[in-house]
């Protein structure tokens, strides 16, 4: 798999990275820790050196990331993620200087690593200032416990007064054809500093892959109960939208997942998407996107599919909605 590059500090990753969330959070039954880390292990076969974690998702997840990755640590990127009231999204956000340096400290301990290669507020704190936010990660960098700074799901503004303090290497947001709205003003942001892009659901949650319709259940605990877009209505409109992209697909001989990726990859050469499974025939199928190429019919015929066919749904409920840095701060 060829590499790309994150941020003026040109932090090299491959191109297709791995979200290991739902190695222990947010899509019902989760594998064991052999078979989790075992599937870690098999990324970096395929060719994939950048995996991502955070807080939130548990300590299971850094740790069991830390483990499979130990044996060649040195060739691979780790990104987690501070800024959840003690770790957890329920309890709202804390971007404190004291928590911050908390959370570096467990991450370190966690994943039996010498420093956070990429550390990432994982949402805006709105009572913290993000020259403070950034400021403290810069002593980290000084101390030599971070190597590169990022956010997550930041407006421009606060991307631009974060990025004047120390710049950041990337930025996280959840973006697919089917979550665009970074593409108005926070993409040409990011070019202009120079700052990667990295896309979290660049599956839309599973969605464009063609393997959830109107009668697929998820667990109890699956996070896709609760959301908008998977309700009845919307969810069979959706559906719709979907199929239409299995005509790219079966026409290149590709899965719809592949099309959606290699979408993405298509945008711009400085964004470097994160899929994330549990099963390994997935993930030999997201690592094989990389050598998918859009033709710019392809591209446009999935333009057209697009307008003609918005997206039925918010991507979050309204107490999630909150937490999106998406006004003038």
Not at 147 to 160: C, D, Y
Not at 203 to 219: A, C, D, N, R, V
Not at 267 to 286: A, D
Request: hydrophobic content about 40%; overall charge neutral; some cysteine.
């Amino acid at each position: 798999m060829k590499s790309r590059k994150l941020g003026k500090g040109a932090l090299e990753v491959s191109e297709i990275g791995f979200g290991v969330m739902g190695l222990t959070f947010g899509y019902g039954h989760a594998p064991d820790r052999a078979e989790a880390v075992k599937l870690i292990r098999a990324a970096y076969e395929l060719g994939v050196t950048f995996f991502d974690t955070a807080e939130a998702y548990g300590a299971v997840n850094e740790e069991l990331l830390g483990e499979a990755v130990a044996p060649f640590r040195h060739n691979v990127v780790l990104a987690t993620k501070f800024g959840w009231k003690n770790g957890n999204a329920k309890e709202g956000v804390d971007s404190s200087p004291s928590r911050i340096r908390f959370v570096a400290e467990q991450s370190l301990k966690r994943m039996k690593i010498d420093s956070i290669d990429l550390f990432y507020q994982h949402r805006v704190d709105p009572n913290v200032p993000i020259e403070e936010v950034a400021g403290t990660v810069k002593d980290l960098i000084k101390e030599g416990k971070v190597k590169h700074f990022g956010l997550s799901e930041a407006s421009v503004q606060t991307i631009r007064r974060a990025n004047a303090v120390l710049p950041l290497t990337a930025l996280q947001s959840e973006y697919s054809m089917f979550t665009r709205d970074v593409e108005n003003e926070i993409l040409p942001a990011l070019e202009q500093l120079g700052i990667g892009f990295v896309p979290f659901s660049p599956l839309g949650k599973g969605f464009l892959t063609g393997q959830i319709h109107s009668e697929t259940k998820f667990p109890e605990d699956d996070i896709r109960n609760a959301l908008p877009r998977f309700q009845c209505g919307a969810l069979e409109a959706n559906e719709q939208i979907a199929m239409a992209f299995g005509k790219v697909a079966t026409r290149k001989n590709v899965t719809q997942a592949q099309v959606a990726l290699a979408w993405i990859l298509a945008q711009k050469p400085w964004i470097v998407p994160i899929p994330g499974t549990t099963k390994f025939h997935r993930l030999q199928e997201n690592v094989g996107a990389h050598r998918v190429e859009l033709t710019n019919d392809d591209l446009q015929e999935i333009q057209e599919i697009l307008l003609s066919a918005p997206v039925q749904g918010a991507r979050y409920p309204e107490a999630m909605m909150k937490f999106l840095d998406r006004d003038n701060r």
